[in-house]
């Protein structure tokens, strides 16, 4: 693997290359797409390109706490979890044309925990898919940012809100590119408390049965769920095991750590022959010292102290 | 007028019920699916903890386990919101509970438009055609806190299957607490001769507020509140049509299986009017509910429009 | 006279349409629940083997795969009983498919009461209930074998959601090989003056019986078969009433919801007539489909003394 | 434990006598129950109780092919294959009062696959719920024998039709049970091809978070479904982990081997603060050799000389 700071479009190259004929087309259109990230980062060694990351996900926490905050409802706890993964993919992991957001050769990143969507608009805004001054429009009538995410905002994928869809979406972008012959890959995000609902494991089912390993599916486990913790509401615990039953590979990392962020999705990117999960260990509203392991901030505003303090320990 | 009127959240009302209900009937149980503050069930739950199940978010499940508890001798009162209590669950409401007629309690909240900021998916404006789609349960839609503490009360005493839709802010509470709620019986809360104009839950306030709108010009609207939608009144509606010669039908909810379609059944089979109905014609968005009530025409204005199309086509 | 015409089971001719299809678009792929000998889509299987997909009695899922596959480009036919299709996976119907406007297929069989032996949980009598409660989606009840063939065509090449109810039975054949099917045109199948029948799905073929008894009588009825009932063609029905009198729905389909419920509306806000609904008004049983037409008033002579109620209402 | 013809009731004396005061009253109505078996099982050894069972089960069996061959539909396949459990489960294992179906401690059976319901019928009748006579009503309008499992029959506890709810069901008569501080044990028997269905994982999830060890599933393990070979429809190997890593402890028995059956069962009830599952390794069509490993039979009734040879081959 060089070690150099374009992600995906190098790390995977020998993939691409055994798909025979068109190639180079495809490296190039890839390229193009990557480039749209700072030209420096072609010039860049691997680590310090993930170096760049945490600050970029620190920017999408603050960002993630304005929307909120000038919406004043949301879901501040979980788009706070989740926000190193996404910066991780968006940065760094995936193939996406910011200027084009429905170009066929992108990778897709499906949001299934729907409500955490704040975090997504973020790293959406920062990666280019729309003005950073659009996410104050959260949550307000006519807007494009809906309170759950939705097809109508540039770069998402799927409509969502119900939990416990996203991952049969996913097994249908992965069935999908399989047939096209298309080599994307397909990252599908869902909550801890999300596992409960029976559609993901019908979804697990099918996609170890039908062999998907370009599919990767991420829990961002924060042991919180709506009201309590998930052991007090639902126990998931082993959580791995579970997913090893339905035949998929399971990677643990700290979902807060960027190199092991980078690492464990590049590694679940690679895995063949059968999906493959990443647990993520994470932290409830991670970033904001008040919010952190609180439940409360699962789906509620800060009031205007509150936003002052945690724009403080995020500056 | 009504805007005068104190404002209490019908689910707020309906939490605490259900702990005097928990007190006076050692056999009700309390099932929740991981939203139980904002269901206030929590409340049940804090009193009775032995009689308080969570299950997460696994609606599926949740129907399923009380249906075997009402075939145990429980009286089982399963609280979420309404999208998650009748689109997801629908098959084992229906198989589960309707077709053996088991007496489980569905009192779900965050109903209609008024679930605002949350966006269209979480907007329950089906759930009354779901219900009414299951033959034998009863059909609820309180105009307010007293009427939901009412609707409440008279399904833990009816044997059957029962639903009951309640909303997430707070609305008006028109009537006193010595109101006295007749279950299947149509409430006329104020007479008339040019016009009815029957509503149903949150509506009834605007429709009282159209009505007295229309005095000022020298129309006379009769008002009816549709509390409960299955099984019908058939006779008071029918009455008002043949007395008042037009109908102006209101609810936030699609127009297909609603209110509505319910009204017109009846006066096709019973009393040939004119009919006019406010209500939805597809998914909406996010926003703040008094904005969507005027940008998806359900405000008093559309009402009021409603009855002079009434009155024109009565002549 | 219907009886006397050729049979043939809609589902059949679906499954062999489904096969011409699928030769002309090579975007069509086939998703199943475990039912595909009984929806006849095992032909296609047996063609295509690598665009069709089983996910087992896993609807929830399928619905979500089939959402990611037209995501993806696809023109996915999902195909289970109605009750499968319908009423399990309604909310991944709903937020999945109808809320982003997907361009899902889906073809259920085994509708209605016709499905007999199996019983009341397999009898889909609120499936036309529930694809009307989704706005965007067209809802088509084919008359019989020539006109599913002509619906199922149309759900290839509309975009968009569509649902296409079909039935388990051969049942009679009414239209000619050159028979032009209009979506969304209601098909006035045989003129009168008296009073209007309208009838859907395999309903039309009884309205004809009884229009046919009826003419010896000296009653002119016109017929109207409304094969999409969503969106619905409103003139086609407000154009009867007016020169009628008098309507009569007929459908094997619950009251609310169906048939009937969409055309009282209709002539509620356009054209207040007398009207008389032949449907079900509660679960049924297993049995002789004929019996259970029979028994839960369905038949030709249920029909046909509902005409006489209207005759009587109008004068 | 006690090598005698009685069954439960002498099997699991310790964990009744655990439950202090009132005990002996509850051995003798337990006792009184169980005597309506015929007499002489008091006075037999336990080997010699299990070495009639399989007598019963053959004579079910005929019993079985009889209702279907008579009804001209239904389900032989799956029938057949779970025949020799209920058998174990309504003569050996289970606490009932045929005179008295709803008698409060008495076990539950549920029986999920509802479809494989004359294998119940035939069972209950043998039992004493209701005359063999009846049997033959089976599938027929009027009949309490219904195409799917239904309330309506004498001992049948729950209505199903749509896979996957069953357990869901027990888990609430489970926690009923608890709540209510009765002994009494509850069996769900599930089909393989069902637990695609993600309802099961999320009942199996909520079982094993509350615990609920008087709480037996079992899964009739013929590895075929609807169509074809669940391996062929969706794999579901490692099932044995699955359960497990749901929280269960998983038991797998040869599902024709009465001694083993009832064994399993036995041992699966006794376990401690955990839910159980046994993996009953069978054919489906089990002893109608061209039935056997046949998914044509699964839901296919024998034509006439297929029904005799069946018939002579269960002499
Ligand atoms: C089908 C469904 N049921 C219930 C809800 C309500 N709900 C919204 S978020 C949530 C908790 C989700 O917890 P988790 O998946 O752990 O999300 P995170 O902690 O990442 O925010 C619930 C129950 C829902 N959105 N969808
Ligand atoms: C929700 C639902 N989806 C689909 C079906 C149709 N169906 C009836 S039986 C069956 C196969 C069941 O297979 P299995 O559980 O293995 O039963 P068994 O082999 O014991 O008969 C299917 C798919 C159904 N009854 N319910
Ligand atoms: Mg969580
Ligand atoms: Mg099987």
């Known amino acids: ?315 | 007028m009504t805007q005068s009127l104190p404002k209490v959240a019908t689910r707020e009302a309906y939490g605490q019920a259900l702990v005097e209900l928990g007190r006076e009937n050692p056999d009700i149980v309390v099932l929740g699916g991981d939203l139980n503050k904002s269901t206030f069930v929590h409340l049940f739950a804090a009193e009775f903890p032995d009689r308080f199940f969570d299950f997460g978010p696994a609606e599926q499940n949740i129907m399923g386990v009380a249906a075997g508890m009402a075939a145990s001798g429980k009286v089982p009162f399963v609280s979420t919101f309404s999208v998650f209590g009748m689109c997801r669950p629908f098959d084992q409401v229906r198989v589960g509970i309707a077709q053996p007629h088991l007496g489980v309690k569905i009192v779900c909240t965050h109903a209609g438009i008024l679930t605002g900021e949350d966006g269209m998916s979480a907007h329950g404006i089906e759930d009354l055609s779901l219900a009414c789609s299951l033959p034998g349960f009863t059909v609820v839609a309180p105009s307010d806190a007293v009427e939901a503490v009412a609707a409440v009360r008279a399904a833990a005493k009816t044997p059957g299957p029962f639903y009951v839709r309640l909303y997430r802010p707070a609305t008006p509470v028109m009537h006193s607490e010595d109101y006295e709620f007749r279950l299947g019986v149509g409430d006329v809360v104020r007479q008339g001769k040019d016009a009815s104009i029957i509503a149903t839950g949150v509506m009834v306030a605007t429709a009282l507020e159209t009505a007295d709108a229309l005095t000022s010009r020298g129309v006379s609207c009769r008002v009816i509140n549709i509390h409960t939608l299955s099984p019908l009144d058939e006779d008071v509606i029918a009455t008002a049509a043949q007395e008042t010669g037009g109908v102006v039908t209101v609810e936030e909810h699609l127009s297909h299986g609603g209110l509505g379609s319910r009204v017109a059944q009846v006066l096709g089979r019973k009393a040939p009017v004119p009919l006019e109905m406010v209500a939805l014609q597809g998914y909406t968005e996010s926003g703040d509910p008094a904005l969507l009530i005027k940008k998806y025409h359900l405000a008093a204005e559309d009402v009021e429009a409603a009855v002079w199309r009434v009155l024109e086509r009565k002549s």
Chains 1, 4 share one sequence.
Not at chain 1, 57 to 79: D, Y
């Open chain 1, 1 to 315: 693997m060089l070690d150099s700071g374009l992600g995906r479009c190098y790390n995977a190259p020998s993939r691409r290359i055994e798909r025979g004929a068109g190639d180079d087309c495809i490296v190039i259109t890839e390229l193009a797409g990557i480039l749209r990230l700072p030209l420096r980062r072609l010039f860049m060694t691997r680590g310090a390109a993930i170096a760049e990351l945490p600050g970029i996900a620190r920017e999408s926490r603050r960002n993630i706490l304005k929307m909120i905050f000038e919406a004043g409802s949301g879901h501040p706890g979980g788009s706070l979890s989740e926000i190193d993964i996404l910066t991780a993919l968006y940065f760094r992991v995936m193939r996406v044309d910011p200027r084009n957001p429905r170009w066929e050769g992108r990778d897709r990143f499906i949001l299934s925990k729907a409500h955490a969507c704040p975090g997504l608009y973020a790293t959406l805004a920062a990666r280019g898919f729309f003005p950073v001054a659009d996410l104050l429009t959260f949550r307000k009538i006519n807007s494009r940012l809906q309170g759950h995410a939705h097809v109508m905002t540039p770069g998402v994928e799927m409509s969502g809100g119900s939990l416990g869809q996203g991952l049969s979406f996913g097994v249908g972008c992965a069935l999908s590119a399989r047939l096209d012959g298309l080599d994307h890959r397909v990252f599908v995000m869902l909550g801890d408390g999300e596992c409960d609902e029976g559609q993901v494991w019908e979804a697990a089912m099918s996609a170890s049965h039908y062999g998907l390993d370009n599919l990767v599916a991420i829990v961002d486990r924060n042991r919180i769920q709506n009201d309590r913790f998930t052991d007090d509401v639902m126990k998931l615990e082993p959580l791995a095991q579970k997913w090893e039953a339905f035949g998929w590979k399971a990677l643990e990392i700290d979902g807060h750590d960027m190199e092991a962020v980078v690492e464990g999705l590049e590694t679940a990117a690679t895995v063949q022959g059968q999906p493959a999960v990443v647990i993520a260990r994470t932290v409830k509203g991670k970033g904001v010292s008040f919010m952190e392991n609180n439940p409360a901030f699962h789906g509620a505003a800060p009031n205007e102290e509150e936003f002052q303090n945690a724009l403080a320990e995020l500056a």
